[in-house]
């Protein structure tokens, strides 16, 4: 999948997963993107995958909540 289907998929599975509003799951994203949490996934396809946006989705989460 290419970066921002990825992105979409990382942000859809925070809104399905963690009952989350569309707009908190964004701001998840966009504030891991800030951080530099996706620039390797930019660079190599293979870190892609559904599965990896399973991992990255919790990650992002669980991140979150221990603030």
Same mark, same amino acid.
């Given at each position: 999948?290419? @970066? *921002?289907? @990825?992105? +979409?998929?990382? !942000?859809?599975?925070? !809104? *399905?997963k @963690?009952?989350? /509003?569309?707009? #908190? ?6 504030? &891991?993107?800030? &951080? *530099? ?5 930019d660079?190599?396809? +293979?870190?892609r !995958?559904v599965?990896? #946006?399973?991992?990255? #989705?919790?990650?992002? @989460?669980?991140? /979150?909540?221990?603030?």
């Open positions: 999948m290419t @970066y *921002e289907e @990825y992105l +979409d998929e990382v !942000t859809t599975l925070i !809104t *399905e @963690y009952n989350l /509003s569309d707009a #908190a799951a964004i701001k998840l994203v966009v504030k &891991a993107q800030d &951080a *530099e949490f996706f620039v390797e996934h660079e190599k396809e +293979d870190m !995958t599965d990896r #946006a399973h991992q990255d #989705a919790k990650a992002l @989460y669980l991140a /979150s909540q221990k603030k």
